[in-house]
């Protein structure tokens, strides 16, 4: 074998090794791209990053003098025919407390609609000590057409925000929701159900019952 055919052999190996090693890179982006979101959602729930608030099974169970006002916040996609608001502007809590508060949602369009509410809190700091016990944003909304429901929000300010003096400076949180249309699997079988018809017999009078009938009382 010539010098020159080693050398080209040489060549298409270092060809293949880049080939190879760019085609790994590039696999190993897209694994991280999807494994990014679920992760990143992680860290923004363990960490409020973002604003991201934190979801909890009871209140702690101690309260402190210390108050904080909360402020509440309504919004919806453009594209949503829905009335959303707060029943209350703000409240004042105490860190520890648990309060409960209520948003307003109506269907204002002709047709029946699940809807599905994100929501963060500012300042982004006190995403680490806003803790949710109940909330309408934990499972999509299924409105009929004119309907109107009243959603609760179950929520406390962790007590433990009073131990570091970094956050002596929170006296106001304001708590952000935005409802958008749902298109998750869940939300078309919610559709899929409140669309079917009803089952033969349903809301029909028994057989032999009819305006003719008579029926005694008591």
Not at 86 to 112: D, H, I
Not at 133 to 142: A, D, N, P, R, V
Request: glycine share 10%.
């Amino acid at each position: 074998m010539s010098t020159d055919d080693i050398d080209r052999a040489a060549l298409a190996r270092r060809n293949r090794r880049v080939v190879l090693g760019a085609f790994g890179a590039v696999a190993g982006m897209v694994g991280m791209a999807y494994a990014a979101v679920p992760l990143y959602d992680m860290f923004c729930r363990a960490t409020g990053f973002g604003g991201t608030t934190q979801v909890a099974a009871v209140a702690p169970g101690r309260v402190l003098e210390r108050k904080v006002t909360v402020r509440f916040d309504a919004s919806r996609d453009g594209n949503l025919p829905w009335k959303f608001e707060p029943l209350q502007r703000e409240v004042k809590v105490r860190l520890g407390e648990e309060m409960l508060v209520f948003y307003r949602a109506t269907n204002v369009s002709q047709r029946p609609i699940v809807g599905t509410a994100t929501y963060n809190v500012t300042p982004d700091i006190a995403g680490a000590w806003f803790n949710k016990i109940q909330c309408f944003c934990f499972t999509e909304q299924l409105l009929m057409p004119g309907e109107s429901v009243e959603m609760p929000v179950t929520f406390f300010v962790d007590p433990d925000m009073a131990k570091d003096h970094k956050y002596d400076g929170v006296k106001t949180i304001t708590l952000s929701y935005t409802f958008f249309e749902a298109k998750t699997d869940r939300a078309k079988s919610l559709l899929e159900k409140a669309l079917a018809p009803a089952s033969p017999g349903v809301g029909q009078a028994p057989a032999g019952d009819g305006p003719g009938d008579k029926r005694k009382g008591g």
